[in-house]
């Protein structure tokens, strides 16, 4: 059905009649609360990412590079179609880095950032050339930019061949945006789960301390969370160990999502 060797005005009118009939707005209201203030600027029809991620299969079959000059960004799954038809391209690296590079401005939330990331596979092949273009992005004054090359390091370079240069990058990360902050703490967490020792040796000298603990002491007074919950993660946080660390912080990102 979307498999098309051209995208004409007439395609991308059907296209949102069908994302409007796929359309489940309890599912609406469910992800709205995951990606706070995102519905007010980019509103959510309400389709499931399974049913995207279908959808973009059939695109890219086609003329994928058709649909990606013609779609508008005017609501949140077409943004997301977009992310996703990018990370289906079966073209030249240089064109889909051109396409990357094109996209990246759209990003305004954390589901299409990481959805986005994650769909790049055609990176484990290229990855000398993306490691050298994350670099603008990881000191710029957009949050959604440096969560971009946050969670693309994260994803693409955690092993032995990168750890030390990632390990510094982080330390050297300075944006105070949350969901950077959320990136870094994320990827220490990989980086301790792949290259233990490393981490380990890393985290007894490193610039992150004041950076997360910051955002640990923003978050743990939420009236939210029980006594006996603060005292648990207070314990879990103190300790001497990163996992539990980044544990502590994935439960009061959860919690300032869902119960804020």
């Not at 499931?48 to 994928?64: F, Q």
């Not at 779609?71 to 992310?83: F, N, R, T």
């Not at 670099?135 to 957009?142: M, P």
Request: hydrophobic share 40%; glycine share 4%.
């Amino acid at each position: 059905m979307w498999v098309k060797n051209n995208w004409l005005d007439k395609d991308f009118v059907e296209l949102e009649k069908y994302l409007f009939f796929l359309k489940d707005a309890k599912y609406r209201d469910f992800h709205s609360k995951l990606v706070p203030g995102v519905d007010d600027v980019l509103p959510i029809i309400g389709v499931r990412l399974p049913i995207l991620r279908k959808i973009a299969g059939e695109i890219a079959k086609g003329n994928g590079e058709s649909f990606l000059r013609g779609i508008s960004g005017d609501y949140y799954e077409k943004v997301m179609l977009k992310a996703i038809v990018i990370g289906n391209l079966r073209s030249d690296f240089k064109k889909i880095l051109g396409f990357i590079e094109d996209f990246i401005p759209q990003i305004n939330n954390w589901a299409i950032c990481d959805s986005f990331v994650s769909g790049l596979t055609v990176v484990k092949k290229n990855r000398e050339e993306f490691y050298t273009f994350l670099s603008e992005y990881l000191h710029s004054e957009d949050e959604y930019k440096v969560r971009f090359a946050v969670i693309s390091i994260m994803d693409y370079y955690t092993d032995s061949q990168y750890i030390s240069e990632i390990l510094e990058i982080y330390d050297s990360i300075s944006h105070n945006g949350y969901y950077v902050k959320m990136a870094v703490a994320w990827g220490l967490s990989v980086a301790y789960v792949k290259e233990k020792e490393k981490t380990m040796a890393y985290l007894k000298n490193n610039n992150l301390k004041n950076y997360l603990d910051s955002y640990y002491k923003d978050n743990i007074s939420n009236p939210k969370i029980s006594q006996s919950l603060k005292e648990d993660m207070q314990h879990l946080y103190n300790s001497d160990s990163v996992l539990s660390k980044g544990q502590v912080l994935t439960v009061l990102s959860i919690i300032k999502q869902y119960f804020s």
